[in-house]
């Protein structure tokens, strides 16, 4: 009798078991199995884009959204299908830093700065955007308000604060303009998703790029994420340099380190090889999902650092086919597809001045470029970077891109000296054109390359 209930009850036990096994997903009945780490699917439009920032207040001689609206169809015609916004809220009054204050000191996350328009005129650019078949990103800046935000009479308990119990700026930073939110409040974190859903619903806007993303929580990143992408296929950029930022919330974020290394190259600092360990991170650290962001500048670079031209110096050209030809995401700083060469003022107007400009072309070439042979698109649809070995590696630096249907063979000369630069294995064999003068060119094991300094060869096929 006994025996026949312990049957019973091991029977019953296992069924049980199996009924639960049944009910996991199938790497948590396998644990060795291999997971997914991303967990969301990218938006399809995503794929091949290049990113062009827009400094509303700089763009245009209005300096309007309506004067950035008529500037869309040259912007079609450059290639570009992102474009990234500058923060478009209303701008604090209380500690502003010159006269017209930083965008990034935000006084009302639900307006528009009526320095650049109403919101029927951003709605506007938005439709117009998605007719020409871009796609438009806002600025998100949700780590601190203006001392005058409509949240500090409100919600005041919605603010970090210090010993003294007064509102406090970001620690460490001269950022004296702002003070800091504070993340530990489940209201204010549902405030600012629902005032995110807002301007996807109500204004079109296709996805966001958080400023300063790693100073907030990442769970708070990773729900508004999903509950964005539950309304549309949104993209998300981080300006931070972190891989968990990219499992649930983050299309791409910030490759900070690449555009360091790559500066002190060009400074004389570092050689070539200094941009190995930038790659092999990339490679096995980073998911291949992972969009890294490529620049040569941004608004923060011009206006603190200096334009490309002050900071690359001869190696600008080589900088910027760069940025585009290796695994990332190239982004485009207004002005730059015209050689803009003064650092665009950060509190006040400083119109761009646009001009006719071999960059132009450059860009432009660059842009079709990447969209033209899949081995170049972003993350893991393009294809993965492979070394090819040189006999000057500290200052050629050289790397194939191939898939089944497409491969690039590209060809850095990272120094101030002439090289001949010889290559070793058989990767890199084949017959391509060159991407700058259109000829064929036929590569195999005797041939070599005659790099001027700061010098590109970028071979398609």
């Known amino acids: 009798m006994r025996l026949s209930f312990a049957r019973v009850l091991i029977a019953s036990f296992a069924v049980t078991c199996a009924a639960f096994a049944a009910t996991l997903p199938a790497h948590a009945a396998d644990p060795y199995q291999p997971r997914q780490y991303v967990q969301f699917k990218p938006a399809e439009w995503v794929k091949s884009a290049s990113i062009y920032q827009i400094n509303v207040r700089q763009f245009s001689a209005e300096g309007t959204f309506n004067g950035a609206t008529a500037q869309l169809p040259r912007l079609k015609e450059l290639g570009v299908e992102i474009l990234w916004l500058m923060p478009i809220h209303p701008i604090g009054a209380v500690k502003r830093k010159g006269a017209l204050g930083s965008p990034y000191a935000v006084r009302d996350f639900r307006g528009v700065n009526p320095e650049f328009g109403s919101a029927a005129d951003l709605r506007h650019f938005v439709e117009r955007a998605h007719a020409l078949g871009m796609h438009v990103i806002l600025d998100w800046v949700g780590n601190h308000t203006s001392w005058d935000n409509v949240l500090r009479s409100s919600h005041p308990d919605w603010y970090v604060h210090d010993s003294d119990g ?4 970001t620690p460490w930073y001269d950022w004296d303009d702002i003070i800091d939110l504070d993340y530990s409040k489940p209201a204010l974190r549902r405030y600012m998703t629902e005032a995110m859903v807002y301007w996807v619903k109500e204004v079109g806007v296709d996805g966001f790029r958080a400023d300063a993303a790693g100073l907030l929580p990442q769970d708070f990143w990773d729900h508004a994420a999903r509950t964005l992408r539950a309304i549309k296929p949104v993209f998300m950029l981080a300006e931070w340099e972190s891989r968990d930022m990219h499992r649930d919330a983050f299309d791409a974020s910030y490759a900070w380190s690449w555009w360091d290394t790559l500066h002190d190259i060009a400074k004389g600092k570092k050689d070539a090889t200094a941009l190995y360990s930038y790659y092999a991170w990339n ?16 608004h923060d670079k011009n206006a603190w650092d200096g334009t490309e031209f002050e900071i690359f110096g001869d190696a600008v050209d080589a900088a910027i086919v760069f940025s585009f030809v290796s695994e990332g995401m190239p982004l485009i700083y207004n002005g730059q597809e015209v050689g803009n060469r003064k650092r665009l003022a950060f509190f006040d107007r400083d119109p761009i001045v646009w001009t006719a400009s071999p960059y132009t072309a450059l860009y432009q070439q660059l842009i079709a470029l990447k969209k033209q042979h899949s081995a170049l698109w972003n993350g893991a649809h393009g294809a993965v970077m492979d070394p090819v070995p040189n006999n000057a590696p500290k200052q050629v630096f050289s790397f194939v891109r191939a898939n089944a249907s497409d491969k690039v063979f590209v060809v850095l000369n990272l120094s101030a000296q002439p090289v001949t630069a010889r290559f070793e294995k058989t990767l890199h064999h ?24 700061w010098s590109y060869r970028v071979l398609v096929k």
């Not at 007064?166 to 700026?169: A, I, Q, S, Y």
């Not at 490679?283 to 941004?298: D, E």
């Not at 041939?447 to 300094?453: D, G, I, K, L, N």
């Open 283 to 298: 490679r096995k650290f980073y998911p291949r999902q992972a969009k890294r962001l490529l620049y040569t500048t941004n």
């Open 166 to 169: 007064k509102p406090t700026p």
């Open 430 to 453: 084949g017959q391509y054109r060159d991407f700058a003068s259109g000829a064929p060119v036929s590569v195999d094991a005797s041939s070599s390359f005659e790099m001027a300094p």
